[in-house]
């Protein structure tokens, strides 16, 4: 059974700090591709963030420059450091894992619950 715990979110002042994590069980983590996605009132679920098992990564073009995705196999867990927040990344973020990566990028068929992340005016 494969299980993805997310965690760090929480409500922080725009220009503010956060880092999410999401550990990993009952995959093979070191050869699986893994991702953040986030989920605002009312929109659509949308990709931002991805890392291959070489540790490739790709973010989409809003969080660029202000978040970082990163792996640590020996923990089977991946991290969301966002710095500079902004109101308009407030969303329920989830840890998305089996990706399949190409020319485009398609989420994998495991999610986490989600952790909210909250980003004041």
């Known amino acids: 059974q494969v299980l993805l715990v997310e965690s760090g979110g929480g409500l922080v002042q725009s220009g503010g700090s956060l880092r999410l994590s999401c550990v990993a069980s009952?995959?093979?983590?070191?050869?699986?591709?893994m991702g953040w996605y986030r989920q605002a009132p009312g929109k659509q679920r949308e990709f931002v963030a991805s890392?291959?098992?070489?540790?490739?990564?790709q973010h989409t073009d809003t969080v660029k420059g202000r978040f970082s995705i990163s792996r640590d196999n020996a923990k089977n867990t991946i991290y969301l450091q966002m710095n500079n927040l902004k109101p308009e990344d407030t969303a329920v973020y989830y840890c998305?894992?089996?990706?399949?990566?190409?020319?485009?990028?398609?989420?994998?068929?495991?999610w986490g619950q989600g952790t909210q992340v909250t980003v004041s005016s």
């Open positions: 998305n894992a089996d990706l399949r990566i190409g020319t485009l990028t398609f989420p994998g068929d495991y």
């Open positions: 009952g995959i093979a983590f070191t050869n699986t591709h």
């Open positions: 890392i291959t098992t070489t540790s490739r990564v």
